[in-house]
């Protein structure tokens, strides 16, 4: 392939040959074979004004061979201007990728513990749209979704901002996802999302959605946890005084029970009652003891 001097050459050689025909289809056709052309090469040579001369000739072997040659040089400029532009895309989408792997690092590292600092005041209603959060993170329907439902959960009447809460979202469902796959295990997926969004949503655990975005409760939590871990602590008191009390119900029933007169029903004030004891603590704690009334049926215990 030629290079510049040599075409700048052959310029000369066209300009003085012009009026002898065989020369200047010799010089052309050696134009068309020899030379790449580029935007750089034309402008140096200018070979691209000198051979546009013979375009109109009155040889029309030449006219034609001009055309050809004209033809395949705006090819070749179009040709490496599109892979200027691929490789330049190329290298820019490196670059971004690059940065936003430096940006999701810091935001899911230290610094976002510095984000969940920053007071993040709107007026609007928090969610997706209001906060501009684009949720569409794996181009699927049904994870983008429970991304987009869990973000409205958590961000509603809370400051934080809203990548530290997007980023909290992403580890909770990556967690789920890992745990419980979207593509072949869909119903435990779901079920696992229902657990932890009805929890979130409900009106009895306002204090839930907050000790997620502050981080007291993990995504790796959320992911194996039941229901009952995730309620409040009231309610759990009372989940485990039903518990014992069904307990003490059923064991009731069945335990061989003494009928003396040492105890007084609060609610009759007879003294027939019928008692058993059980070992309900540790060990080196006394015993439960277990009352019912024989005349009215009510039921205390005490240790």
């Known amino acids: 392939m030629m290079d510049s001097k040599q075409v700048i050459e052959l310029v000369k050689d066209l300009e003085v040959s012009k009026n002898d025909n065989d020369a200047v289809l010799k010089i052309l056709n050696t134009l068309d074979a020899e030379v790449v052309a580029t935007e750089k090469l034309l402008r140096e040579t200018k070979v691209g004004i000198e051979v546009n001369k013979f375009k109109k000739s009155t040889n029309p072997e030449i006219s034609k061979l001009v055309r050809k040659i004209i033809t395949n040089w705006k090819d070749s400029i179009n040709k490496h201007k599109k892979l200027k532009t691929q490789n330049s895309q190329k290298d820019l989408s490196k670059e971004s990728q690059q940065a936003n792997a430096v940006?999701?690092?810091?935001?899911?590292?230290?610094?976002?513990?510095?984000?969940?600092?920053?007071?993040?005041?709107?007026?609007?209603?928090r969610n997706t749209i209001n906060d501009c959060v684009d949720t569409a993170i794996y181009n699927d329907d049904l994870r983008d979704r429970v991304i987009k439902?869990?973000?409205?959960?958590?961000?509603?009447?809370?400051?934080?901002?809203?990548?530290?809460?997007?980023?909290?979202?992403?580890?909770?469902?990556?967690?789920?996802?890992?745990?419980?796959?979207?593509?072949?295990?869909e119903k435990a997926y779901r079920e696992r999302y229902r657990i932890i969004y009805s929890n979130v949503i409900s009106k009895n655990n306002p204090d839930l959605k907050h000790k997620i975005t502050n981080g007291e409760v993990t995504a790796e939590f959320l992911s194996k946890c039941s229901s009952k871990d995730l309620a409040p602590e009231y309610l759990k008191q009372k989940m485990d005084e039903i518990s014992k009390q069904n307990l003490f119900n059923a064991q009731g029933a069945t335990i061989e029970r003494s009928v003396t007169d040492r105890f007084t029903c609060g609610k009759c004030k007879e003294k027939k009652v019928s008692y058993y004891q059980l070992q309900t603590r540790s060990a080196d704690e006394p015993l439960t003891t277990f009352c019912t009334c024989e005349a009215c049926g009510n039921r205390w215990k005490f240790s």
């Open 149 to 185: 439902a869990l973000y409205d959960a958590l961000a509603k009447e809370s400051e934080h901002p809203p990548q530290a809460i997007l980023n909290t979202v992403k580890d909770i469902e990556l967690q789920m996802h890992n745990l419980h796959n979207s593509e072949t295990d």
């Open 103 to 125: 940006s999701l690092k810091d935001e899911s590292g230290a610094s976002n513990e510095a984000n969940k600092q920053d007071k993040y005041i709107t007026k609007k209603t």
